[in-house]
């Protein structure tokens, strides 16, 4: 399993490499620079605005430039903020991203999760029908709907919470619960389709013929591999989690990194865009390395290659 | 444990945490000003701050030469105390006072704002703002390399309490221009030890070496989040400071910033979501403030592209349009219709010749007609671009149905990304856009002269060497009578010959707790704050 694991882990490198590279020559073709604005800046400003950064070498040399600096670490200066380096943004943002990220997680795993084996237990019956309905809800409502209203029922009338801001514990709730909420919709119908392939196999039978009880069949028997789409899903769905969500970020105005992919991108702030997507590339790489080789270990008849 | 059995617990701490949610934060009580800046600012250096609403954190830290008044924005003392104009108009002496101190104690002299000139105009700073200091005389030079010599550029200062700059042609707006905050003044000694004088972005701007000659001192920058300023105990009026420290929060969504402010989270918001412009109109308190912006959305044409060419059809075009019906039912934000170029200044500069900007279908028929086109037969299809986003779309719309129905003429719409759009428009690449003007400084010179044959912003490409004239004419006339005579008409030759088509003017809108005094609305939407305190209850 280590050389897996290693394996993988360098293959980081080219995947990273062919991601910068076309990132990088995207962001360049896109009209429009960092220093568009609508009162035009003169000639002369914009001339030594783009010698300061850089951005008056020929472009395959700045892409050189940019490429021996990420291999030490240094993701450049911000076009957009001009005092603050891109590695002081990311680190400044993300410990806020991942505890949104963590908490909603944290929220959609304990709600759907359990949901879901419950109504894949209790097949066509109510309960079933009951977490089906709240489950296409929450898929169903968008987070831009469900967020303002959470505020506006708890904050604005009932005064639980404060509507915006991420300064004190209270404000985790909101936003956590109304990112929660979409993705436990998720897990729980992924967890309930999961569950039902794996109940009605065979060896489930074998077990309830050999005397075995309910829970235990469920728990030790099932879960194993009704869990298996739920991982799938998971993996690339906790880099997107942890990477920050544009549009919870803006309604409760968190100061999280979703935002940045968004606004970097329309301010052409051209070192954060490639930041960013650095980061959320090695996310997703390490979350797809950590879903296969959970189910090598949750599915038995999967091997290492 | 079943999975029935774990919900309440969930409940238990939604609950739980529902009880730490709400917090008292410092508000009313403690005169303390909770206030809605829009998106984070690119900086807080003065000299490069781009945003008018993150100015407004610039007004709390730093102060220029004179300030605005509040109420009808005529310049008042600031770091100056008083100061003497020539006969000529051509040299400004500044007599500073001699308590205008730093936040670090370091008193504030007339060398600082040498320095913060040379700063702003040196070429490798390139800073966006340098063209305001332009009427000084060599100033241009200096900033566009022409001269490295900056003995050249008229400022001086002949000793510590004493600035002098010298003009190269009289520019009566001049006192306002030295309350933009681009004029402000910086600290040398602190801006040296992080960098040269004309390197931009380095570290001093930080919190924890920040250093500004304003009513507050920067206590906090929290990126995403916002900025902490408390008194600042050196500022020569701090007697009459009454806020014992103010929070800007980088609230960028509209509708979240006005969920904040009913929250009781905010008590002065940035803008507010047009839509809910209704419900806040009905609400007595004055907690709506929707007040005319020295701004005019406009269309501008290309006029190097067929038939845009022909004064006749653009009048044509600008007849056809229903500005009225474009305020009151397609916009709906406050915005107002135009009837000329600039603003009004209800204490200075209002157009009031001829001709003024109307709705007359018929007549724009008749010219039509006239250039050739009856009934819009053989006109050939024209587009209009806009910034995608906002109300845009909507008001193209609306323009595009007033166009086919009164004149026959059929105009495509194209939105396009925002930057991509300026970009076109900057390069000449668009037949018609829909763009915008606000005035940097309170005076007509600062939306005509985007018309000028020379400027960097005349995106239409208009070329009238009268005009240029008559502008130059006005803006070097010294008494203000003959000098808003010269500028009526040249506004009045924009509007004859209409290289763009103003359609309306919007408004400043913000919404003010009832315990906020002492924010006085203005076209500038300029607030010094100290002028501004909050009634507890």
Partial sequence: MLRFVVRRLLQLIPVVFIIVTLTFFMLRAAPGGPFTAEKAVSPEVLRNLEAHYGLDQPVWKQYLTYLGHLARGDLGPSYKYTNRTINEIIAGKLPTSLELGGLALGIA????????????????????????????????????????????????????????????????????????????????????????????????????????GEARLVFHHALRGGLLPVVSYLGPAIAGLLTGSFILETVFQIPGLGREFVTSASNRDYTLVLGLVVLYTVFIVVMNLVVDVVQVWLNPRLRFE | MSPRLRLPPLALAFLLLAACGRHDRPGDEEQVLHQGVGADPNDLDPQIVSSNQAAAISMALGEGLTNYDPADLHPVPGVAESWDVSADGLAYTFHLRANARWSNGEPVTAEDFVFSARRLLSPAFAGEFAYMMFPIRGAEDFATGRTRDFGQVGVRAPDARTLRYELHRPAPYFLTLTAHWCWYPVPAATLLRHGRIDQPGTAWTRPENFVGNGAFALKSWRQGEGVVVAPNPWYWDAPRVRLRGIHFHFIDNPDTEERAFRNGQLQITSSMPPGRLGAYRGTPGGVLRATPAFETDVLYLNLGRRPLDDVRVRRALSLAIDRDALTSAVLRDGSVPAASLVPDDPHGYAYRGEPRLRFDPAEARRLLAAAGFPAGRGFPPLELSFPNGGLAGPLCEALQQMWRRHLGVDVGLVGQERRVFIDNVHAHRFTLSLSGWIGDYLDPMSFLDVYLSASGHNDPGYRNPEFDQLLEQAAGTAGRELRYERFQQAEAMLLRDLPSLPLNHRPNLHLVAPSVHGYADNLMDMHPYPAIWLESK
């Fill in chain 1, 109 to 212: 795993l304990l709600v759907g999760l359990p949901l879901g084996v419950l109504a894949a237990v209790k097949r066509n019956t109510w309960i079933d029908y009951l977490c089906s309905i709240c489950g296409l809800v929450g898929i169903c409502v968008p987070p831009f709907v469900l967020g303002p209203l959470l505020a506006l029922v708890f904050g604005i009338y009932l005064h639980w919470f404060d509507v915006s801001g991420w300064e004190y514990a209270g404000d985790r709730v909101l936003p956590s619960v109304t990112l929660g909420f979409a993705y436990a919709a998720y897990l729980m119908r992924l967890a309930r389709s999961g569950m039902l392939e794996v109940l009605h196999l065979d060896f489930i039978r074998t077990a309830r013929a050999k005397g075995a």
